[in-house]
Each structure stands twice: as structure tokens, then as C-alpha cells.
């Protein structure tokens, strides 16, 4: 029994010694890993700024469907979709059969007016004549002046109609109204065009501005002036802007407030229609609210979990979750999980893991 106990306790002894050794080469090899060279910054605290969030499309500020006053057969299309005009510019013709033999009519009561009036002249001329030499009464004179007028006026009247005539087939050469592009085409040659209906549209690229959906409950924030920020999805690119109409009504927007943001200078990749989420910058919080803004490129990202290193006073670096709020393309604000003051590190010239030796 006493052999046992002896044996027992040299076994402990010497399982105390294996661990005891084990655990100074584990604290031999940490000691031995060099420590990761960093750069750190200190959080500054800025002055908390309120924003609200729509998403919405590019549109032209210029932009126009092109349709006639007149009845007629398309009978050129000299334009096609995408291409750039002028101002002035035809861009599609008309003709009108109805309108022609309008025309015709007129010119031939041009004819029988001026006859007219050329005939009621030379009477009036020839009473003049006949009354200073007696031969003709007052009355009679009066009659021919009144005949002279009569016609007169029927060939001023012929003459507006043939002007009247003149304007209308202007209505039958479609011209762009501004300096732009060609958006679309709605029509071929031999289709019949009707007044109202759309044969084309223009839409000038030099100028767009956003048309973004705001939420009833945050609408009231919104004010004309308030600067934006706006992601253009498809390019990935920031555009500038400011609110320069707020819709007072929903009624026809399903329950969303129309907000017209607009764009300081667009990019050449930004197109009429394309998606945006835009970022209005509403009226600041309260003095006491202050946040914190950090670089983008500090951020550790975990699945869904984004945090930074911070560095510890024993010169170990220290991994912190944070939950972010509104981000730009350089700087994300902070929420919570990190102060005013504290120390972030912002740089590693090697893999920093929590706990990791560093030195500045």
C-alpha cells in the first residue's frame, strides 16, 4: 500500500512538471513572435447630422414628346433612337391631303379677291372722275367707296387665311425644341399621325436631375436647398446634388412624396433612367448628440460583423465590434463601440488577430 501512494505521487509530481514545462514553451513562443507594426489614429467627435435615405431614377431636366396639331401620313422619319440634334433640327414630316386642297381653295379665293378689288378700284377711280366733272351724284360716289372697301377687306381676308394655311403645315415638320438627344422613336414612314399622340422624344443629356420616393413619415424633413449625395447603382459613382422640389401631395404616388433632386454635374456614365439611392442631409441633431467618424478602409468585417482594432496600454491589439450607421464612400459613422479620443489602428505591416503583439 505504501508502494502505491509513493508511485501516485511521482506521477503527479511529474504530470506537474510536463505541464509546467509545456506551458513555459507555449509563453516562450508567443514572446518569440515579432510584434506587427501599426498605425494608429485618434477619434475625433463631429457633430451628429441627420440624413434620409429614397431611392429613385435619373431623368432630364429637358425632356419632350414631340406630337402635331394635324391629322397626316408620316412621310419622313430623318432621326433615330440615340442620336444627338440641334436645336431646330427636322427631325420627322407629314403630309396632309386635307390640308393641301385647303391650300388650293385659298389660293384660288386669293385669285377671285384680288380680281375683285382690282375691278371695285378702277370703278371707285372712275366716279371720283365722274363726280368732279358733275356727272355723277354723292350717292352713287358713296356706293363705290363702300364696294372699294368691301373688297379690300375680302382680299386682306384671303391673304390671313393663306397664312393661317401656312402655319398649319409648319405643324407638319417636326422640329427639336432643344439641343439634345433623339430618346425614342414611335412611328414609320406611312403611319397615319393624330393630333396629341406621340411620334418622338427628346430628351437633352447636358442636364439630369433625380426623381426619388420620400416616406410620409420623414417628408417633413425635407426642405428645398438641403444638399443630397446620390449612388448611381449601375456605375457605382457618387454624384452631388441639392432638393430642388418637394411634392406637397401623395395622391397620385401611392402614399410616397415626389422629391426632385437637383445634380451639381453629372457624369458622363449617368443616363436618363437609371437607379439611384439618394441621401438627403436633413436639419442637424441637438449640440449633446455627437458621433464619430472613421475610415472605411480600419473596418474588420466578419459575416454580418464589423469592428476595429483598437490598441491596448499593454501593447496588444484588441478586436471591437461596432454598429455603424450612414457611410459615404471614405467614411463610415459610428453609432456605438467606439468614443471620442479613443485609439483605432488604421493600418498593420502584417496579420493583426486579437491579442497580437504590436508596436508603432
Not at 105 to 111: L, P, R
Not at 197 to 208: A, D
Request: hydrophobic share 40%; with cysteine; glycine share 6%.
Amino acid at each position: 500500500m505504501k508502494k502505491i501512494k509513493t508511485y501516485l505521487y511521482i506521477l503527479a509530481a511529474t504530470t506537474t512538471l510536463a505541464a509546467c514545462s509545456s506551458a513555459e514553451t507555449e509563453e516562450s513562443i508567443s514572446n518569440e513572435q515579432p510584434a506587427v507594426a501599426v498605425k494608429v489614429m485618434t477619434v475625433k467627435s463631429s457633430a451628429n447630422t441627420a440624413v434620409v435615405q429614397a431611392s429613385g431614377n435619373l431623368q432630364a431636366v429637358k425632356s419632350a414628346n414631340l406630337s402635331t396639331r394635324m391629322m397626316g401620313n408620316v412621310k419622313q422619319v430623318l432621326v433615330e433612337s440615340g442620336q444627338a440634334v440641334k436645336k431646330g433640327e427636322l427631325l420627322l414630316s407629314l403630309s396632309s391631303a386635307d390640308l393641301s386642297a385647303k391650300q388650293a381653295q385659298v389660293e384660288a379665293n386669293i385669285v377671285r379677291a384680288e380680281t375683285a378689288y382690282e375691278d371695285a378700284k378702277k370703278d371707285l377711280k372712275r366716279f371720283e372722275n365722274l363726280k368732279a366733272k358733275g356727272s355723277a351724284s354723292q350717292k352713287e360716289l358713296e356706293n363705290m367707296q363702300n364696294r372699294f372697301a368691301m373688297m379690300e377687306a375680302g382680299l386682306n381676308a384671303a391673304k390671313n387665311m393663306k397664312k393661317e394655311v401656312q402655319a398649319q403645315f409648319e405643324y407638319l415638320n417636326i422640329r427639336a425644341p432643344f439641343n439634345g438627344s433623339v430618346a425614342n422613336v414611335f412611328v414609320k414612314e406611312g403611319d397615319i399621325a393624330a393630333p396629341g399622340y406621340p411620334l418622338l422624344s427628346v430628351e437633352g443629356l447636358n442636364e439630369l436631375e433625380a426623381v426619388v420616393m420620400v416616406s410620409e413619415s420623414e417628408i417633413q424633413k425635407v426642405k428645398t436647398g438641403q444638399s443630397a449625395q446620390l449612388l448611381v447603382k449601375s456605375s457605382n459613382e457618387y454624384l452631388t446634388g441639392m432638393v430642388r422640389e418637394v411634392s406637397p401631395s401623395s395622391k397620385n404616388t401611392g402614399g410616397q412624396y415626389l422629391v426632385k433632386l437637383q445634380i451639381d454635374k453629372a457624369d458622363q456614365t449617368a443616363l436618363p433612367g437609371m437607379f439611384v439611392q439618394a441621401t438627403i442631409q436633413v436639419d442637424s441633431v441637438s449640440a449633446e448628440t455627437q458621433s464619430v467618424s472613421i475610415p472605411k478602409s480600419a473596418l474588420v468585417e466578419n459575416g454580418q460583423l464589423k469592428g476595429v482594432y483598437t490598441p491596448s496600454e499593454e501593447g496588444k491589439a484588441t478586436l471591437r465590434w461596432l454598429r455603424l450607421g450612414h457611410s459615404n464612400e471614405k467614411q463610415v459613422t459610428v453609432l456605438s463601440g467606439l468614443k471620442a479620443g479613443e485609439q483605432i489602428i488604421t493600418s498593420a505591416q502584417g496579420k493583426l488577430y486579437n491579442g497580437a503583439s504590436i508596436s508603432y
